[in-house]
């Protein structure tokens, strides 16, 4: 979710504060962060690298890097991985460091029809560091004099160390995938002041159709590029706010391009202004086993593109697979999840 600015205002009014989590414009390539039953879907060895910078033209925009590794383990059905995020908000006023074990389990349905649950167990430590901030008793008619403050809540630094838990299940066939993900189940205590600051539960829903085109180059089933559309969504909600990310990538290999949108039309935020938040144009390549995606955030919110919108990149590597992983069969059932990358 969007994270707000007023979040520190909240924090030193002494409010009710609930934590909220960054989010990825590119998000089936952050496929762990979302769901935990995406942990081995590459069927090798794989590292994936995330990062985005929201509002650059603030001096409190937000900074987000994930860096992902997982493997799927063939003989026990089985995906495992690890994960390290850090999140922080201008000069680390608001910081967040996690580190999460993933585990996921593979059904097979029938034929090329499979099922998978996954887990996350993370250890997050969550930073709140007032050093820098102005207060209300150091402006007067003429805006800030500079005076030193006497604000209880100046020169504060907070820490708060917890466990989290998180869960996913996700249904695939070669075309198509549907998943499902619960985050923050246990609701955490972020405990950075003495106001309820509760991690709320967050609920995700995303799925994709995988679309074959007819190749242009005439060449059809004889090339060796991929040509495929893949219409995308993905539905977030985290306390009272909620969101949706709707839009397709078309992939001629070793090229993608893609365009979402992301807001609820029909739905007006606490302004009564109708819930817009941004347009994303997508550029990326895939060669090999390396994959690159760039991506921007068009504000168009009330916030407005003075904001600087968001930058974002993806880089991803997958290794080659084991050699008891290179049987025909073992290969033919891998090409089952193809959706939810480039």
Not at 132 to 158: E, M, W
Not at 208 to 235: C, H, M, Q, W
Request: proline share 5%; glycine share 10%.
């Amino acid at each position: 979710m969007k994270k707000q600015l007023l979040l520190i205002l909240v924090l030193l009014t002494g409010l009710n504060a609930f934590g909220q989590d960054p989010q990825f414009s590119q998000f089936y390539a952050a496929p762990m962060y979302h769901n935990p039953a995406f942990t081995g879907s590459g069927y090798a060895p794989r590292m994936i690298f995330n990062f985005r910078n929201q509002w650059p033209s603030l001096s409190a925009n937000f900074t987000t890097s994930v860096l992902a590794v997982d493997h799927y383990i063939d003989r026990f059905g089985s995906g495992i991985g690890l994960m390290v995020l850090t999140d922080q908000q201008g000069a680390a006023r608001l910081k967040n460091t996690e580190i999460s074990g993933f585990y996921s389990y593979q059904l097979n349905l029938v034929d090329d029809h499979f099922l998978r649950l996954g887990v996350q167990a993370t250890r997050s430590n969550r930073g709140f560091n007032t050093n820098g901030l102005t207060f209300p008793d150091q402006f007067d008619n003429n805006g800030f004099n500079g005076s030193p403050t006497s604000d209880p809540l100046a020169g504060i630094q907070s820490n708060a160390n917890f466990m989290d838990f998180s869960t996913g299940l996700l249904y695939y066939n070669p075309k198509a995938y549907l998943g499902v993900s619960v985050h923050h189940l246990t609701e955490p205590d972020l405990g950075l002041t003495n106001s309820a600051e509760v991690l709320q539960r967050k609920y995700m829903v995303n799925g994709g159709l995988n679309i074959p085109l007819r190749d242009p180059s005439g060449l059809g089933a004889n090339s060796d590029k991929e040509f495929v559309l893949i219409p995308t969504f993905l539905y977030k909600q985290q306390g009272k706010f909620s969101q949706l990310d709707l839009g397709a990538y078309v992939t001629y290999s070793p090229l993608t391009v893609g365009l979402w949108y992301r807001g609820i039309p029909l739905k007006k935020n606490g302004t009564n202004s109708v819930n817009h938040d941004a347009l994303v144009a997508l550029a990326g390549f895939r060669f090999d086993q390396f994959s690159f995606g760039y991506s921007y955030d068009l504000t168009i919110s009330s916030l407005g593109t003075s904001s600087g919108g968001a930058h974002e990149i993806s880089v991803a590597y997958q290794f080659e697979a084991f050699e008891s992983e290179r049987n025909p069969h073992v290969r033919r059932r891998k090409k089952a999840l193809s959706c939810p990358k480039f």
